[in-house]
């Protein structure tokens, strides 16, 4: 059975950093393209990074310089370091999984978990 954990969410206050994790399991957790897309009140979901299984990394320039992705084949997990998080930043963050023929928005996901940047 496929499941993605997330944890790691919470409030934080502008500037301030957060670290998201994602467990994996019941894939083949070093084959597969692993991401993080969020979806903020009112608006459709997003990308937000990726990470392929040879560790090429891709961005959304929205995050691009302020989020980091990166992943632990070993521990089955990925993260998302977000730093300078900003108000925007506000959403409920899923974790996916997919294979390298699936299209990205598709695969298996994450029930989420909230990120909410206040003061």
């Known amino acids: 059975q496929v499941q993605l954990v997330e944890s790691g969410g919470g409030l934080v206050e502008p500037g301030g950093s957060l670290r998201l994790s994602c467990a994996a399991s019941?894939?083949?957790?070093?084959?597969?393209?692993m991401a993080w897309y969020r979806q903020a009140p009112g608006k459709e979901r997003e990308l937000v990074a990726e990470?392929?299984?040879?560790?090429?990394?891709v961005h959304a320039d929205s995050v691009k310089g302020r989020f980091t992705i990166s992943r632990d084949n070993a521990k089955n997990t990925v993260y998302l370091q977000m730093n300078n998080l900003k108000p925007e930043d506000t959403a409920v963050y899923y974790c996916?999984?997919?294979?390298?023929?699936?299209?990205?928005?598709?695969?298996?996901w994450g029930k989420g978990i909230l990120v909410t940047v206040s003061s």
């Open positions: 990470v392929t299984s040879g560790g090429s990394t």
């Open positions: 996916n999984s997919r294979g390298i023929a699936v299209p990205r928005y598709r695969g298996v």
């Open positions: 019941g894939i083949i957790f070093s084959i597969n393209v």
